[in-house]
């Protein structure tokens, strides 16, 4: 409990950022809490287990959380290595639709830099923001004024929504959910700004990338930020052997003089070996890179250390 409690005490900055209401609280190990994470959404708290919790020793966790912070509302999310396997045949075990602590909520509004997002902690293991990309957002934000920015992998475009905050010229949002788009297009509406339904592609990125180059379209800033592993009807994709081919296709449609946003959350993808497969993946599509700058998350909610290096690779590279 005490070991939470410092947790909490390690984000006051955060909690005293105008703006924002979503951050990590807990951040496992680099916390002193192994196999643990929680992440707060305004008055909601959502914990994530990466280990197989006995009964016992989930009600002990849950039974801290409540001492160190008596928060309002607790979400659990159960995340074994085999959870992206048993997601869709084990949903309710993996992620309990009903709180484990307090009311259950269907939705709650979080800040995040001045713009609002819709949080849906019951949908599943992922609750519509991923907090380790707050700073790259916040880059986006800053770097999208009067420039045409294509985000790829969307989710539900939180990318997409800070580009428009920041004064972003047009926003495409691709992603092989209309679901999640649809959600997207509800935090567009939540920040006052307009929706085009062209804007909002729902389809396969790899066949959307080849198609805007063939038609010769290009953009300022290109956001790529995809799930380390994914299916879809027409391809498969693993970030550890796929990447640098991603990178080609992405690099393709990338005006003279704009970036490239690489994107990367596997922990097991060292981060010089990353950086080398977009370099690589540039130099096919016959592109040259100027000097690349390196983001990651904040180091508030997301320390890092040897022991426990961060798991987010972000590579940006401005192409010739």
């Not at 010229?169 to 062209?198: F, M, T």
Request: proline content about 5%.
């Amino acid at each position: 409990m005490e070991l939470l409690r410092q947790a909490h005490e390690r984000r006051a900055a955060l909690r005293e950022q105008p703006g924002t209401t979503a951050y990590r609280l807990v951040h496992g190990a680099a916390d002193g809490v192994p196999d643990v994470t929680v992440d707060v959404f305004e008055s909601l708290h959502v914990v994530s287990l990466y280990r197989d919790f006995t009964p016992a020793e989930e009600e002990a966790l849950l039974g801290d959380v409540d001492a160190a912070w008596a928060p309002p509302c607790v979400y659990l999310k159960r995340r074994p290595r085999e959870a992206r396997h048993l997601a869709n045949v084990a949903r309710e075990q993996l992620a309990p639709e009903q709180a484990v602590r307090g009311a259950s909520v269907e939705s709650v509004v979080a800040w995040e830099n001045g713009c609002r997002f819709l949080i849906r902690p019951g949908q599943g293991l992922s609750v519509g923001l991923y907090l380790d990309m707050r700073d790259t957002r916040a880059w986006v934000a800053r770097e999208a004024r009067g420039r045409t920015v294509l985000n790829l992998f969307s989710y539900t475009c939180a990318f997409g929504v800070t580009a428009t905050a920041g004064g972003a010229k047009r926003v495409l949002n691709i992603d092989a959910s209309r679901r999640v788009l649809e959600w997207g297009e509800e935090n567009a509406r939540l920040n006052g700004q307009p929706v085009d339904r062209y804007d909002y592609v729902a389809g396969d990125v790899f066949e959307w990338l080849e198609r805007l180059a063939r038609k010769g379209e290009a953009f300022d800033l290109v956001v790529v930020d995809p799930p380390s592993f994914a299916t879809t009807r027409t391809s498969r994709f693993s970030a550890a052997k796929d990447y640098a081919s991603l990178a080609t296709l992405a690099a393709r449609v990338v005006a003279p003089g704009g970036r490239l946003v690489a994107c990367c959350n596997l922990a097991t993808l060292a981060p010089r070996r990353f950086e080398t497969m977009v370099a690589e993946g540039v130099a096919r599509a016959g592109r040259r890179a100027g000097g690349g700058v390196s983001l990651g998350p904040s180091p508030v909610d997301f320390p890092a250390s040897v022991e426990h290096p961060a798991a987010l690779k972000v590579r940006v590279l401005e192409l010739a």
